[in-house]
């Protein structure tokens, strides 16, 4: 074989590798932002608050910002029960990730009812959460809000439409109540003739649609990985 024939294989394989390396991810946004705190914060208790369906409070195709962050999302269909199949997969993410003590959301239920009460004070969001870990002895909480959580229509090699989910995270210290840490992660699955720069992701899921389940827990264990914690 000529050698200008192996050496343009040898580039073309190169120049391949640098847009998988670079621009594998693409096609996902998987962000994750801290705050102005250390570079990894030190934790003995961590709550876990379960997450909140946007698309059940708000309605669908409805343009809102998140309680916590500001940010703006489009909410769409989600499919029943994705918030507490979430908040499952965080929780072992979680135990699986750090060894700390983990307060669990169904710890929460009594206080939360008690400081949502009629008779009590109106707290925002933020301020419920902080309360409630502070309560529960906490040194942080951890939780997230579902905006859309679309299954496939189809199967594993030929879909109608495809997955979509977009969800994020927060971690809230309990004393001062500030939000040390924000994560989204938003994706609708495309075809790789569709989007070329999803070719990394296309070849981990080896050329499949996914379930809304699966595309969600890949992005939930990307934003996890980038959590800002360590415990004492």
Known sequence: MPKTVISYKII????????ICVFGNAC???????AAVPESLPVESLLVMPFKNMAAVYGE???????????????????EGAENTLTRHLIILINNMWDCRMIPPSNALGVVSELTHPNHKT?????????TG???????????????????LGRKYSVEYPAAVIFDIHIIKVDSGRILW???FDETQKSL????LNLRT??????????????????????CEEFPLTCR
């Open 12 to 19: 073309s394989c190169i120049i391949l590798g640098i847009i």
């Open 28 to 34: 996902k946004n998987i962000v994750g932002k801290k």
């Open 61 to 79: 195709n409805v343009s809102i910002r998140c309680p916590l962050d500001g940010n703006v999302y489009i909410t769409g269909k989600i499919a």
């Open 123 to 131: 707290l925002s969001e933020k301020e419920l959460f902080v309360e």
């Open 134 to 152: 502070r309560i529960l002895g906490a040194d942080v909480v951890v939780t997230g809000h579902i905006y859309r959580f679309q299954e496939r």
């Open 182 to 184: 924000s994560g989204k």
């Open 193 to 196: 003739d569709k989007n070329f």
């Open 202 to 223: 296309f070849v981990k899921r080896k050329g499949r649609w996914v379930t809304a389940l699966q595309m969600a827990a890949e992005g939930l264990e990307e934003l």
